[in-house]
C-alpha cells in the first residue's frame, strides 16, 4: 500500500502567465484601474517571495488574477442583463459569519 497525500497538488503556472495576464489586462476595458492594482498585487507577492524564498506568492497572484479575468465576462453579462441587485445582501447572510 503506498501512501496518498491529502492535498491535491496544483500545478505552478506557466513562466510567462504573469506576462500573458498583463497583455489580457491591457486589453480589457477595464485596463485603466486593473493594471495598477495587478502591479501593485505583483509587487507585493515578489517582495514576499524574496523574503521567503518561495514562488508560492506569485502562484496565488496569477491565480486570482486569472480567475477574475475569466470571471469577468460573467459579471459584464449579469450588469447588462439589467438583473435588480439593488437589495445588497450581505454576504455574511448567505455563507456565514467567517470565524
Known sequence: MSAQPEYVSVPPPP?????QLLARIRADHRAQRWEPAFERDWAKALEDSRHSYTLT???????????????????????????????????????????
Do not use: K, N, Y
Open 15 to 19: 513562466p510567462a502567465a504573469a506576462a
Open 57 to 99: 506568492p506569485l502562484h496565488d497572484v496569477v491565480r486570482v488574477w486569472r480567475s477574475r479575468l475569466d470571471s469577468a465576462p460573467a459579471v459584464d453579462a449579469f450588469i447588462a442583463s439589467g438583473m435588480d441587485d439593488s437589495d445588497h445582501i450581505a454576504l455574511e447572510d448567505v455563507i456565514g459569519a467567517r470565524p
